[in-house]
């Protein structure tokens, strides 16, 4: 990796492992999760372009689903409203371009099972509002099967059990699934990810055109939050602005009987 750019990189990843083994050293369960999210946003945020921000709270779309609540969101923030409702933020899923589950330590496939169906519940909205979405500017529709009207979602972990366990359980979570649902990264901040390879032999965090989930450990040119940030950024160049509609939010509202004031006699300019 030559370049100004890799080493910079690769010192930003040095300073957030420090940082993520020091919040080890907070004894509240809640506080030390909130930490950890705190420092993977910090990171991301070095890296992401301007028009987006990351928060934490629930994602909705125009039909009232809501999903889950989620460790990490990544939102578009120059065009959509956020619902802030007793401080609790809700995303409009048209804004929503990518979401991370953030844990300690995924020992047991129970909690990366439960981590991968919180990712789900956000890549399960409707971001076409029944096919009636289009991009700005150039209106054209949303398709949920192209990967750039997908929203990004991947598990972050300190702490993982046998690569083996991994593979198997989100194998199983992804084998009853329609692809625009699985899940696009797993990552071991110290020592794997899991991706995908496709027809062509590449390897990457799209499942569309996969063939195999495979585990990339050992000697690597990237660490794992590297990767992660670089597959994060790789869909946030391309994911395009999608339109909403205040109406499918926010609705009409019912005005009972109006009142009508005749004023086509006053001037006109």
């Known amino acids: 990796m030559p370049g100004i750019v890799p080493q910079v990189v690769e010192a930003m990843n040095r300073e957030v492992l420090n940082e993520l083994a020091l919040t080890k050293a907070i004894a509240h369960p809640g506080e ?61 899923a048209e804004s929503v371009a990518a979401v991370f589950e953030v844990k300690a330590s995924i020992r047991d ?4 099972h439960q981590a991968l169906e919180n990712l789900e519940s956000v890549k399960r909205l409707d971001r076409s509002a029944g096919g009636e979405n289009y991009t700005l500017p150039y209106g054209n529709p949303v398709d949920p099967q192209e990967f750039q009207f997908q929203v990004f979602g991947a598990v972050v972990t300190e702490e993982s059990m046998t690569t083996d366990s991994i593979g198997e359980t989100i194998a199983g979570f992804i084998s009853d699934r329609p692809r625009a649902l699985w899940p696009n990264m797993y990552a071991d901040v110290h020592r794997l990810t899991y991706v995908y390879r496709s027809e062509t032999g590449g390897i990457g965090a799209v499942p569309a055109t996969a063939d195999a989930l495979v585990a990339w450990e050992g000697d690597r ?38 009142v009508g004031l005749d004023i086509s006699h006053l001037s006109r300019p």
Not at 40 to 62: E, K, N, Q, W, Y
């Open 221 to 258: 040119t990237w660490p794992p939050l590297v990767e992660l940030a670089f597959e994060t950024v790789n869909l946030l160049r391309v994911t395009p602005v999608i339109d909403f509609s205040p109406v499918k939010y926010f609705g009409s509202g019912d005005a009972g009987p109006i």
């Open 32 to 92: 030390s999760g909130r930490a950890r999210e705190q420092v993977l946003t910090a990171f991301l945020r070095r890296l992401i372009p301007d028009d987006f921000a990351i928060s934490t709270g629930f994602v909705i779309d125009h039909s009232g689903s809501i999903s889950r609540q989620v460790d990490v969101v990544v939102y578009r923030r120059s065009y959509h409203p956020v619902i802030v409702i007793g401080g609790v933020n809700h995303f409009l």
């Open 109 to 112: 496939r129970a909690t990366l």
